[in-house]
C-alpha cells in the first residue's frame, strides 16, 4: 500500500522567505510526527499530532515554526523568515496512534530545505 | 522524562563477524523500545521493538535485540554482518506526550561501517 509521502522532496529557498512543507500519513494512522534531521546526525523531534488533540509542540525551536494537519490526515509544516539554520532533511511520520500505542512509526522520504 | 543513549558514535565491523550496537534507555514505568534503521539516501525504516515478553526480539533482515532490564539495556545484534547493512542505526523509546498520547524519542544514532 501506499506509504508516507512528502512535498517536495527538495526545496531550495532564500533566507527570510517563507516556506510550506507537506505531509500524507499512510490512510488510517492517526498519528503523525515532524522531525528534522541534520546532515548525517540524529532526529530532531519537532512536533506531535494525535488524533484530534491539542499538538504536543514541545520540539519546536522558535516561533517561526508552525505546524497544523487539517482533517486529521495531511500536515503541513510551515517555516517563516527562513534561517540558515534551518537547512535540514524534514521528515514525516505516521503510526497508528490510540493511548497506550506501542506502533512503530513509518517515515516519509523527507523534505530536503536549503536555506541560501 | 524518557530518554535512549547511543553510547558509540560509530562501530566498525568486518563482513561475516558478529555485530552489536548498543543502547541504553531510561523510562518510569515498563519500557517500549525500538530500532530504526537509515541507509544511505533511503527513509527511516523500523527493524524491531520490544513490548513484552521474551527478551530477545527478532526482526527484519536477520537484526535481533536482547532487551535487559537490569542493564537498562537494549543492544542491537546480528550473528553475521553484511556490507549491506551498513547504515544509520537509531535506538528509540516510547515517551507520553504533553496532552495525553505517547511520542518516540530517538536516540543520537550509531553508524555502522561494515569492511569487505
Known amino acids: 500500500g501506499a506509504g508516507v509521502s512528502q512535498s517536495p522532496s527538495n526545496k531550495v529557498t532564500e533566507k527570510g522567505k517563507d516556506v510550506e512543507l507537506r505531509c500524507d500519513p499512510i490512510?488510517?494512522?492517526?498519528?503523525l510526527y515532524w522531525y528534522r534531521q541534520s546532515l548525517g546526525q540524529g532526529l530532531e523531534f519537532l512536533i506531535y499530532?494525535?488524533?484530534?488533540?491539542?499538538?504536543?509542540k514541545s520540539g519546536l525551536p522558535s516561533d517561526r515554526f508552525s505546524a497544523e494537519r487539517t482533517g486529521g490526515s495531511v500536515s503541513t509544516l510551515t517555516i517563516q523568515r527562513t534561517q540558515q539554520e534551518d537547512s535540514a532533511v524534514y521528515l514525516c511520520?505516521?503510526?497508528?496512534?490510540?493511548?497506550?500505542?506501542?506502533?512503530?512509526?513509518?517515515f516519509g522520504p523527507g523534505t530536503r530545505l536549503t536555506v541560501t | 522524562a524518557q530518554s535512549v543513549a547511543q553510547p558509540e558514535d560509530q562501530v566498525n565491523v568486518a563482513e561475516g563477524n558478529p555485530l552489536t550496537v548498543k543502547c541504553t534507555y531510561s523510562?518510569?514505568?515498563?519500557?517500549?523500545l525500538f530500532w530504526y534503521v537509515q541507509y544511505p539516501n533511503r527513509g527511516l525504516q523500523f527493524l524491531l521493538k520490544y513490548i513484552t515478553g521474551d527478551n530477545l526480539v527478532k526482526g527484519s533482515y536477520g537484526f535481533e535485540a536482547e532487551f535487559n532490564k537490569s542493564q537498562t539495556s537494549f543492544h542491537l545484534k546480528k550473528p553475521s554482518a553484511l556490507v549491506s547493512d551498513s547504515a544509520l542505526y537509531f535506538c528509540a523509546v516510547r515517551e507520553t506526550a504533553r496532552a495525553g498520547g505517547f511520542k518516540t524519542i530517538f536516540g543520537a544514532g550509531t553508524r555502522l561501517f561494515v569492511k569487505a
Open positions: 499530532f494525535q488524533g484530534n488533540s491539542a499538538p504536543d
Open positions: 511520520a505516521s503510526s497508528f496512534g490510540l493511548a497506550g500505542e506501542s506502533y512503530e512509526q513509518y
Open positions: 523510562v518510569s514505568g515498563n519500557p517500549y
Open positions: 490512510s488510517g494512522h492517526t498519528a
